[in-house]
């Protein structure tokens, strides 16, 4: 599945963390990356990617070191939000809410049996 969303964003340029980073529009970088830290896969780098986006013209850290998207930004967290929209009704077809709920709390308890940490809450 990570597999999947991370060649969906490329496709537009950009990886998962990236997308995640736009999606945090006025945070600071530090509340941004406090909070993206519990969802980083080994190999990623939270400082680069912002760094990347910064570079490319996607966000500016206005006062108080606030993300802030820029026009070009929008565009591209727009695309982007588009094809994880269509990608979740995809993996998400045929499987009710009551399901997907439910398979999420099953994985959660097995996480916690052997003393991992579930996030999705």
């Not at 060649?7 to 909070?35: C, D, F, H, K, M």
């Amino acid at each position: 599945m990570v597999g999947n969303i991370r060649a969906g964003l490329a496709q537009y340029g950009i990886s998962q963390p990236q997308w995640w980073v736009l999606n945090r529009n006025g945070e600071t970088r530090e509340e941004a990356t406090s909070v993206l830290l519990h969802y980083v896969m080994p190999g990623d780098d939270l400082d680069a990617e912002i760094d990347d986006l910064l570079d490319r013209g996607l966000i500016t850290l206005g006062e108080g070191n606030r993300i802030a998207l820029t026009g070009e930004g929008e565009r591209v967290l727009a695309l982007c939000t588009a094809w994880q929209r269509a990608a979740h009704d995809r993996t998400h077809d045929g499987i009710t809410d009551e399901e997907y709920v439910s398979t999420l709390k099953v994985l959660q308890r097995m996480i916690h049996t052997v003393g991992g940490k579930a996030w999705h809450h």
